[in-house]
């Protein structure tokens, strides 16, 4: 049983170090990967559009493609964090 904790316990020692240097990485790119996820966005739907020009795909497919890399853009660049237009903060008080 000894074996067993001191594997977890190393397990979680090693994820926790690498997870650091993930962290360090996005934090330090943060930009750079912006750019890319956008750039590559920009590159998937100009695919799309050719294909669908060009009658290898439904126009269906080709707006369910365009939302899906439209959606990740946006994920990227951290839009779903932003408070909704007309949106104020909560009506939770505490009273003491």
Do not use: C
Not at 52 to 69: P, R
């Amino acid at each position: 049983m000894s074996a067993l904790s001191d594997f977890v316990g190393d397990a979680a020692k090693g994820s926790a170090k690498y997870l650091g240097k993930v962290g360090k990485f996005v934090g330090e790119n943060s930009e750079a990967i912006k750019n890319g996820v956008s750039i590559g966005k920009d590159l998937f739907q100009t695919g799309t559009q050719i294909a669908q020009l060009a009658g290898w795909m439904h126009e269906d497919t080709k707006s369910n493609l365009d939302a899906m890399a439209s959606a990740i853009d946006k994920h990227a660049q951290g839009d779903h964090y932003k408070p909704k237009k007309g949106k104020t903060g909560g009506g939770f008080r505490v009273l003491i």
